[in-house]
């Protein structure tokens, strides 16, 4: 099982950047596999934000966020990073790190499974 701790969340004006940052550690940390990010708005369903495959580095981006994010990561520090710009008050939610084995996406959403590892979020607040 992965282990996931988020961090890099906080407050910002519309139009600011931040980056989170997810450590990565568990036993199944060097095998190929799939990380990415999810948010949730108070009220609101669950949404699938960005995703990578740690094997062939392919990057995946819901089409909300596409263009304003960047999902990367060091491998040497086994962090999953998301570079957040150009940040509207809509984008205010809890982000979480997610590390399942595949990254299956389906209709431009990533098709998370019932196996899959959840950090415990990091809070983005975004100010108009």
């Known amino acids: 099982q992965v282990q996931l701790v988020e961090s890099g969340g906080g407050s910002v004006q519309a139009g600011g950047s931040l980056r989170l940052s997810c450590a990565v550690s568990g036993p199944s940390t060097g095998s190929n596999h799939c990380e990415g990010w999810f948010r949730q708005a108070p009220g609101q369903e669950r949404e699938w934000v960005a995703a990578t495959s740690t094997g062939a580095g392919n990057r995946y981006y819901a089409d909300s966020v596409k263009g304003r994010v960047t999902i990367s990561r060091d491998n040497a520090k086994n962090t999953l990073y998301l570079q957040m710009s150009t940040l509207k008050p809509e984008d205010t939610a809890m982000y979480y790190c997610?590390?399942?084995?595949?990254?299956?996406?389906?209709?431009?959403?990533?098709?998370?499974?019932?196996?899959?590892?959840w950090g415990q979020g990091t809070q983005v607040t975004v100010s108009s």
């Open positions: 997610v590390a399942d084995r595949e990254c299956t996406v389906i209709a431009g959403k990533w098709m998370v499974g019932s196996t899959a590892s």
